[in-house]
């Protein structure tokens, strides 16, 4: 999975969100490190919701401007629930190789 489509996903599994909230808790969600532009926003959320992961929940007027906000699917909760499992278990996976004893062993300072 790509790091824009974790993130989206990731900010709608708090709850349904427009797009300019999906960019901001991208942002708080990457520490900083990911902004989303909005044109990549909008394609990403045009192929989540063609394949099913996410769906439009409900638009508003806001200042006369529409705003359209957007949830999580059942199967993308699923999908994004095999990435952070995938996740972790490389997380493991390197964490343990770092405090290996072959490591420490070769006068390496443990994580």
């Not at 806001?62 to 629930?81: E, K, P, S």
Request: no cysteine; proline share 4%.
């Amino acid at each position: 999975m790509q790091e824009p489509t974790f993130l989206i996903l990731t900010a709608l599994a708090d709850g349904p969100q427009h797009g300019y909230g999906i960019i901001s808790d991208a942002e708080r969600i990457s520490a900083g490190r990911t902004r989303l532009r909005a044109g990549t926003l909008y394609a990403a959320l045009d192929r989540l919701k063609s394949d099913g992961l996410i769906a439009a929940d409900r638009e508003e007027i806001v200042d006369g401007r529409l705003r359209r906000y957007y949830r999580l699917t059942d199967d993308g909760a699923t999908a994004l629930a095999a990435e952070v499992d995938a996740l972790r278990r490389r997380t493991e996976a390197a964490a343990r190789r770092l405090a290996s004893p072959a490591r420490l062993d070769r006068g390496a300072s443990p994580a």
